[in-house]
């Protein structure tokens, strides 16, 4: 992006290996059409009157046009150093107005010096005097705006160009940049409401069984360094977040004791799976929360995990009263929910997958499939 940067700048220094190939490039393309012209002048030989070899046809219009390629240099500089922009263009329009007459004078000078003018009907070249000076300017007048104008504006294409691709990259960045903000917020959101629902549920306890609270508090403590330590981390391995969810199981049952049943089924060809951080804890909260703490005896909390056409698939179902069980549980809410999903849409975009639906006994099921990424130890490990 740096290497973009500076060819945008005007005026900046280009590395030497860029003004190398903007060399080759500038000889390469004039001649070619040097050559080009040296063969239709070959072609309309018989036509005109005067014949040439293809070799000398060639060879003739291949000069004048390295010329061409001698003075579109000064031309790149003179567009890099004057571009023309929305609230920019009196100046360049006059810079390239007086650079063009100066393009001009320059080639009939070279072409003097050099000796290349020569006589249309003998073809023998014409001593270099004022008045021959005069007369080519005032046959080759269009020819040289023509040639400046289009060297011009093929210099302003690749500079527009090149300014094109760097608003893109630089739009591309802030994107990016943006997203990640948006998820370091969501994350930061995540800790709060975790850890307030724990204390919340550990201020219950403590008036009824004062040493399963404390227990509580010393293993929440735990559990918050678990947190903090990848709390830069988009994604983690689905082995560090499942060790985290079982630990946050842990509490609720010191909680809930015998009413909270866990039922893990983990295919062990998953663990290796990149999982946003801090994935399945709000969604294993919401169904405790909105399920198994609305049901007095206590109820199921099933947690699954398989790997299927190229998909991770994540199934939380879990028991809990009809009465509890939103009107539309396919949209959710909260900051649990709904977290989740602004999550998975910013690092997945529309290749996830997140129902919920009813159970006909009382409580819900989750589904959740996500693109199936291996981490990076378990790529380092299979290479």
């Given at each position: 992006?740096?290497?973009?940067?500076?060819?945008?700048?005007?005026?900046?220094?280009?590395?030497?290996?860029?003004?190398?190939?903007?060399?080759?490039?500038?000889?390469?393309?004039?001649?070619?059409?040097?050559?080009?012209?040296?063969?239709?002048?070959?072609?309309?030989?018989?036509?005109?009157?005067?014949?040439?070899?293809?070799?000398?046809?060639?060879?003739?219009?291949?000069?004048?046009?390295?010329?061409?390629?001698?003075?579109?240099?000064?031309?790149?500089?003179?567009?890099?150093?004057?571009?023309?922009?929305?609230?920019?263009?009196?100046?360049?329009?006059?810079?390239?107005?007086?650079?063009?007459?100066?393009?001009?004078?320059?080639?009939?000078?070279?072409?003097?010096?050099?000796?290349?003018?020569?006589?249309?009907?003998?073809?023998?070249?014409?001593?270099?005097?004022?008045?021959?000076?005069?007369?080519?300017?005032?046959?080759?007048?269009?020819?040289?705006?023509?040639?400046?104008?289009?060297?011009?504006?093929?210099?302003?294409?690749?500079?527009?160009?090149?300014?094109?691709?760097?608003?893109?990259?630089?739009?591309?960045?802030?994107?990016?940049?943006?997203?990640?903000?948006?998820?370091?917020?969501?994350?930061?959101?995540?800790?709060?409401?975790?850890?307030?629902?724990?204390?919340?549920?550990?201020?219950?306890?403590?008036?009824?069984?004062?040493?399963?609270?404390?227990?509580?508090?010393?293993?929440?403590?735990?559990?918050?360094?678990?947190?903090?330590?990848?709390?830069?981390?988009?994604?983690?391995?689905?082995?560090?977040?499942?060790?985290?969810?079982?630990?946050?199981?842990?509490?609720?049952?010191?909680?809930?004791?015998?009413?909270?049943?866990?039922?893990?089924?983990?295919?062990?060809?998953?663990?290796?799976?990149?999982?946003?951080?801090?994935?399945?804890?709000?969604?294993?909260?919401?169904?405790?929360?909105?399920?198994?703490?609305?049901?007095?005896?206590?109820?199921?909390?099933?947690?699954?995990?398989?790997?299927?056409?190229?998909?991770?698939?994540?199934?939380?179902?879990?028991?809990?009263?009809?009465?509890?069980?939103?009107?539309?549980?396919?949209?959710?809410?909260?900051?649990?929910?709904?977290?989740?999903?602004?999550?998975?849409?910013?690092?997945?975009?529309?290749?996830?997958?997140l129902h919920m639906m009813k159970r006909p006994g009382g409580g819900m099921a989750l589904q959740l499939e996500?693109?199936?990424?291996?981490?990076?130890?378990?790529?380092?490990?299979?290479?």
């Amino acid at each position: 992006m740096d290497s973009v940067n500076r060819e945008a700048i005007p005026g900046a220094r280009r590395p030497f290996h860029h003004m190398a190939l903007l060399v080759l490039a500038v000889l390469g393309i004039w001649l070619l059409l040097g050559s080009f012209l040296g063969i239709q002048v070959y072609l309309n030989g018989p036509a005109t009157g005067r014949e040439l070899s293809l070799a000398s046809a060639v060879g003739m219009c291949v000069r004048r046009y390295l010329i061409y390629a001698f003075l579109t240099f000064p031309v790149l500089t003179l567009c890099r150093r004057f571009p023309f922009t929305s609230d920019r263009w009196i100046v360049p329009l006059a810079v390239h107005g007086v650079g063009a007459v100066a393009f001009t004078v320059l080639y009939t000078a070279i072409r003097l010096i050099t000796g290349s003018v020569v006589n249309a009907e003998t073809l023998e070249r014409v001593p270099s005097s004022l008045a021959t000076a005069r007369d080519l300017i005032r046959s080759s007048l269009f020819e040289q705006f023509w040639m400046y104008t289009s060297i011009v504006t093929a210099a302003l294409a690749v500079q527009y160009y090149r300014q094109f691709r760097l608003r893109e990259l630089r739009e591309t960045e802030l994107k990016r940049q943006m997203a990640e903000h948006e998820l370091q917020v969501l994350k930061l959101q995540l800790h709060p409401h975790f850890l307030f629902n724990t204390l919340n549920g550990i201020s219950t306890l403590m008036a009824r069984d004062v040493k399963t609270a404390q227990e509580m508090l010393v293993r929440l403590s735990e559990l918050l360094r678990v947190a903090l330590s990848h709390s830069a981390d988009n994604e983690v391995s689905l082995r560090d977040e499942l060790e985290f969810v079982k630990a946050y199981l842990e509490l609720e049952q010191m909680r809930f004791g015998e009413r909270l049943k866990v039922q893990l089924d983990i295919d062990a060809a998953t663990l290796v799976a990149r999982v946003p951080n801090m994935l399945i804890q709000p969604l294993v909260e919401n169904a405790i929360q909105y399920g198994i703490a609305e049901i007095r005896s206590g109820g199921n909390l099933e947690l699954t995990t398989d790997f299927k056409d190229g998909k991770l698939r994540i199934q939380i179902v879990n028991d809990g009263p009809l009465h509890a069980v939103p009107s539309n549980p396919v949209r959710g809410s909260g900051i649990g929910l709904g977290n989740t999903r602004l999550r998975l849409w910013q690092l997945y975009g529309d290749a996830y997958r997140l129902h919920m639906m009813k159970r006909p006994g009382g409580g819900m099921a989750l589904q959740l499939e996500i693109p199936f990424r291996a981490s990076g130890s378990a790529e380092a490990g299979a290479g």
